[in-house]
């Protein structure tokens, strides 16, 4: 029988790296066990680092040298992504290669569910995937007039600083965007406005790419003429202008083409206005959207509840499946969009759109009493921001436990958790798990953002 070899020791001051957190930094130990963040470092690799900031019981540190590679590690695709000085802080995962990144995001919402809450879900889902690069539809640049170097700057901050990173070109975000950045700096730098325009958002529909120009001063007639040209050497692009806070968001020139995107599956057609939620990744969108209904399997006869509906991105296709639906909102703007978004997609349909309803409300203050009150669904699609939907899963709990409350209401059978946040998932797991009488049927990643370390994902909870 061969004997089990001791591991050869590190070298001094070598780290061997174990995993990678979240915020995509290699997790190492040294000998003390003290942990060690390395930036830049990937798991199974051998690398010597510069500290950058040391705690009793952990360090910060970036790599310096790679002495043994990962077999994961790629060519980044972007050249503003790295730890060279100035590199771009859009991206964090860039060198890892793309189906690791989601076998790490799986894991982070596996460990989340279990070490948080400890529900395990019955089957693990396999991931939903688009494409690696230009699947950024929104996005917000800073601008900024940077009087040394005689230029503007239009793009993400800078890895770990406040500093505008100097981008000439993005791989997340569409093409023709990408090809726009150097042109739109030579346009802010013309404007007599250049001190005064601080950030520019994207939000790209089907055929327009919105871009709404913050401005602190109002704008010259020579400068609205430049934008109006810059329009018209960009097809497709529509110029929204913001004095002061997001209401005050107005299209520039009135008549051109309507900022929407479609949701083919469902025969849908989502007009919006840019500063809207919307999901910032289309072509996952429009699969996430089938996917999650085809785990609710709304049914003709049955009534449904879309929490944190926002514009009726799940409302309507639900309205083409269920047989009464509900969605309820906080924002009143977005309650307004959804209402008028129903009654556009309406309107000359073979097969009606199903009776739905939308309702604004805050969802952090939900109670039994006001879920009674909002009757009874056979199931529920919820959506909620980073925060999560506590309050509706303590609710849900609080009646499970307490019967006499229910007043011949009954719970889903069957709900769609679609978070943002998997802390806050497992958190609200837990909740729908432990107290309020569900089995988390299955759960897992949807890649909405490649090379981030934003972690969405999906959840099924069926009554037992
Ligand atoms: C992740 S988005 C989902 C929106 C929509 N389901 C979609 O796919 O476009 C979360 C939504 O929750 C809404 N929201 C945030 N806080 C809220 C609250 N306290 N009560 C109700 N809705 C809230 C936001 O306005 C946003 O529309
Ligand atoms: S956000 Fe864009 S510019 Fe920045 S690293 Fe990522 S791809 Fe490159």
């Not at 695709?77 to 189906?99: N, R, S, Y």
């Not at 809450?117 to 991931?127: E, G, I, N, R, W």
């Not at 790209?204 to 401005?215: K, N, P, W």
């Not at 007639?221 to 497709?236: C, N, S, T, V």
Request: a neutral charge.
């Amino acid at each position: 029988m061969s004997e089990l070899k001791e591991p050869e020791p590190l070298p001094e001051g070598w780290l061997e790296i174990e995993s990678l957190d979240i915020e995509a930094q290699g997790v190492a130990r040294r000998p003390d066990g003290k942990v060690v963040f390395v930036d830049g470092a990937l798991p199974g690799e051998r690398v010597t680092v510069k500290v950058n900031r040391r705690k009793n019981n952990w360090e910060q540190a970036t790599l310096v040298a790679l002495h043994r590679e990962s077999a994961q590690r790629v060519r980044p695709g972007c050249p503003h992504f790295g730890l060279h000085e100035g590199a771009c802080g859009g991206c964090k995962m860039q060198h890892l290669h793309p189906a690791a990144q989601v076998a790490i995001k799986q894991r982070v919402l596996e460990d989340n569910l279990w070490h948080l809450s400890k529900v395990k879900p019955d089957s693990m889902l396999p991931a939903i995937e688009g494409p690696a690069w230009g699947y950024r539809w929104r996005a917000r640049f800073s601008v900024r007039h940077v009087r040394k170097k005689e230029t503007v700057l239009v793009g993400f901050h800078e890895r770990k600083s406040r500093y505008v990173a100097d981008i000439r070109e993005c791989h997340v975000v569409p093409q023709h965007v990408s090809d726009q950045l150097l042109p739109l700096r030579a346009l802010i730098g013309s404007m007599d406005a250049i001190e005064t325009c601080p950030q520019i958002e994207l939000a790209c529909g089907d055929s327009v790419t919105a871009l709404v120009l913050r401005h602190l001063e109002p704008l010259s007639a020579g400068d609205l003429a430049k934008l109006r040209a810059f329009a018209q050497e960009h097809p497709g692009v529509q110029w929204w202008l913001q004095p002061k806070g997001p209401d005050t968001v107005k299209l520039l020139d009135e008549g051109g083409e309507e900022l929407a995107y479609a949701l083919p599956e469902f025969g849908i057609t989502m007009p919006f206005r840019p500063t809207d939620f919307t999901q910032v990744n289309p072509h996952i969108n429009r699969v996430l959207v089938d996917r999650a209904l085809r785990l609710l399997q709304p049914q003709r006869k049955e009534r449904v509840i879309d929490w944190f509906c926002g514009l009726g991105n799940f409302t309507l296709p639900l309205a083409t499946l269920a047989g009464e639906v509900l969605g309820i909102e906080g924002s009143e703007a977005l309650v307004a969009r959804s209402r008028e978004n129903f009654a556009r997609n309406q309107q000359g349909r073979a097969t009606p759109l199903a009776t739905t309803r939308f309702e604004a409300r805050n969802l952090f203050e939900m109670t039994p009493q006001q879920l009674v009150a909002d009757g009874a669904a056979d199931r529920w699609l919820v959506d909620p921001p980073r925060e999560g939907a506590f309050a509706l899963a303590k609710a849900l709990a609080d009646l499970h436990q307490d019967k006499s409350l229910r007043a011949g209401w009954h719970p889903p059978r069957r709900i769609v958790y679609v978070s943002c946040n998997p802390a806050t998932l497992a958190r609200d797991a837990g909740l729908l798990v432990h107290q309020a009488g569900y089995t988390c049927s299955l759960a897992g990643v949807v890649n909405m953002f490649p090379h981030t370390a934003h972690v969405e994902s999906i959840a099924v909870f069926d009554l037992q």
